[in-house]
């Protein structure tokens, strides 16, 4: 599905309405979504700038319409971000995994967090994917031509070990002091927390959203 039914859902809604009356100026500028294909579920998420106040509101349309209020990290004024895309927001996921067979990555994707902004007048999908094994599959798509601009995986060791208080963390610091390695059954407890907390990754995104959309505009500049 496009997100044109979900920005058009998102209008016809009385706490859309109620904000755009406080707003007058706000515009769309950018789409989050995190789509769970094993468990079936999914977050559908719109941002809309404030100028006055140099803040997103982020709708999310899932179980009802929720807002919440989010600072903008850096000075830079959000381009506006057009309603019809090109690219089917369950298509992204075929797109991915095509490419990911030109590079020899042989895993599939379980779940796909989905970043949708403009970037120098481009529409540009950013792509997380949690893959089948122990990686992290990381592209950008171009909306209008269906082009992979840039893809890296990592593994999710790399990525845990950037998330500060991690399981992963406090199992280093208990490392066996003879060795420094940490112990095997320990090891693997602290592999499957890790992994709980992937699948649990939506309750946390608004901290990543942020986090992506600010790496994307480093790499755009």
């Known amino acids: 599905m496009h997100i044109a039914p979900y920005i058009e859902r998102l209008h016809l809604s009385p706490e859309f309405n109620a904000f755009q009356k406080e707003h007058t100026t706000s515009y769309l500028v950018a789409g989050f979504f995190v789509l769970d294909y094993e468990n079936n579920k999914h977050v559908h998420q719109l941002d809309y700038y404030i100028p006055k106040e140099h803040k997103v509101?982020?709708?999310?349309?899932?179980?009802g319409i929720h807002m919440q209020l989010l600072p903008l990290m850096k000075a830079d004024v959000p381009e506006q971000l057009e309603h019809r895309t090109h690219l089917d927001l369950f298509?992204?996921?075929g797109i991915a995994e095509e490419e990911?067979?030109?590079?020899?990555i042989s895993e599939s994707i379980k779940k796909n967090i989905l970043i949708l902004q403009t970037i120098k007048g481009k529409k540009v999908w950013t792509l997380n994917?949690?893959?089948s094994g122990m990686g992290i599959l990381k592209a950008t798509i171009d909306d209008e031509?269906?082009?992979?601009?840039?893809?890296?995986?990592?593994?999710?060791?790399d990525y845990v070990k950037k998330m500060p208080g991690t399981a992963l963390n406090q199992a280093i610091k208990h490392a066996d002091t003879k060795t420094g390695q940490a112990h095997p059954l320990t090891h693997k407890a602290?592999?499957?927390q890790e992994l709980k907390r992937l699948d649990e990754l939506e309750k946390k995104i608004e901290e990543e959203k942020v986090h992506l959309i600010q790496e994307l505009k480093k790499e755009k500049k």
């Open 100 to 104: 990911m067979k030109n590079r020899m």
């Open 129 to 131: 994917s949690v893959l």
């Open 145 to 157: 031509t269906g082009t992979v601009l840039k893809m890296e995986k990592t593994s999710i060791m």
């Open 190 to 192: 602290q592999m499957q």
């Open 57 to 63: 509101a982020a709708f999310t349309l899932d179980n």
């Open 91 to 93: 298509a992204l996921k």
